[in-house]
Nanobody
Framework: QGHVVESGGGLVQPGGSLRLSCEATGFTSIVYVLSWYRQAPGKERELVASILKTEGRTSYADAVRGRFTISRDNSKNMAYLQMNDLKLEDTATYYC??????????WGQGTQVIVSS
């Protein structure tokens, strides 16, 4: 199993932007989907966006479509989440999930995003 590390979280005002990064290294099996999830205090973890590593096809939760953009750089084993027009309700810990091998998952430790005025 490889290693997943998120970075880029922080404190931002409503309407601001942040870019999260996810580094996925050391996977000996094929990685085929990179996803961002988030979990707000007292709520369940939810899927935010996903991208197919090879084809680049993306999908988004309705709550973020049009504001967030997921991308990947296969040469660097990186995935990104560009978050624009952030809202108070985007406050959460954001996690990167890597799907690899025979439907296995690997998670990072999360990075906190706080949207506050």
């Amino acid at each position: 199993q490889g290693h997943v590390v998120e970075s880029g979280g922080g404190l931002v005002q409503p309407g601001g932007s942040l870019r999260l990064s996810c580094e996925a290294t050391g996977f000996t099996s094929i990685v085929y989907v990179l996803s961002w999830y988030r979990q707000a205090p007292g709520k369940e973890r939810e899927l935010v966006a996903s991208i197919l590593k090879t084809e680049g096809r993306t999908s988004y939760a309705d709550a973020v479509r049009g504001r967030f953009t997921i991308s990947r750089d296969n040469s660097k084993n990186m995935a990104y989440l560009q978050m624009n027009d952030l809202k108070l309700e985007d406050t959460a810990t954001y996690y990167c999930k890597v799907m690899y091998g025979s439907a296995k998952d690997a998670w990072g430790q999360g990075t906190q995003v706080i949207v506050s005025s």
